[in-house]
């Protein structure tokens, strides 16, 4: 993205992990862009906030201009490199943001959890159409570090890890829900059309967490809605 810089507010922020400073810029049309936060080194822990540490080249929504980009799955997070630095993408409502490297999208989506909470963060389409569309959300938390209870025991260091991959589904353009890869649970999709998609799963040896099968999948359930 060409982007021209208008103004910097410094404030606070409080944070175990960052401190950051308010920097808001401008597309070359006029209109105003994205603010970024310029991010500081996260604190020391072992493994990566990332699924991938490189920046790849990326575009924002309609925007012809190419950033580059990655994604810091603890703090869901857009990071940007800008003029050397690395910003935070502000993120928005509906907000697309389509890598090239590898053909990954992310969109800032409100959704509901397996726990039934309404969030909204950022999910790698799997899966996107009118009637059927298909997400997944990559997450790391942090373990915090452990210290000995005994003359015997050995200190952990804090560590990110990974959870589970989780998926979700919209019919219809409608609400996004958590969607169980559980096969039984998939059978249920589509109430009334349980032998249908268990034929369709078996003929087409579909695996319920695989994105690949899931377009596949997707696209059948598409047929019977």
Do not use: W
């Not at 810029?25 to 970024?36: L, M, S, V």
């Not at 990110?160 to 999709?189: A, C, P, W």
Request: proline fraction near 3%.
């Amino acid at each position: 993205m060409k982007l021209t810089k208008l103004l910097v507010i410094p404030f606070l922020f409080s944070c175990a992990l960052l401190s950051a400073q308010q920097t808001t810029y401008n597309y070359n049309d006029g209109q105003i862009g994205a603010i970024y936060t310029k991010k500081t080194e996260a604190e020391t822990a072992q493994g990566s906030q990332y699924y991938n540490e490189k920046f790849m080249p990326a575009s924002v929504d309609s925007s012809k201009d190419i950033s580059m980009v990655r994604y810091n799955a603890y703090n869901d997070e857009i990071e940007v490199e800008i003029n050397d630095e690395v910003m935070v993408l502000k993120p928005a409502n509906n907000q697309i943001v389509q890598l090239k490297g590898n053909g990954l999208s992310y969109e800032y989506l409100q959704y509901t959890d397996k726990e039934g909470t309404s969030k909204q963060r950022y999910l790698i389409t799997v899966n996107k159409s009118d009637k059927v569309s298909i997400y997944k959300e990559e997450s790391i938390y942090l373990q915090p570090e452990e210290h000995p209870t005994s003359g015997y025991g050995r200190y952990k260091a804090p560590q990110f890890r990974k959870n589970d991959i989780e998926y979700y589904i919209q019919f219809n353009n409608g609400e996004i829900v958590h969607m169980s890869t559980k096969k039984k649970d998939v059978l249920s999709l589509v109430p009334g059309k349980e032998k249908e998609i268990k034929a369709f799963i078996k003929e087409n040896k579909i695996s319920t967490d695989e994105d690949e099968d899931l377009k596949q999948l997707a696209n059948y359930l598409g047929t019977l809605i």
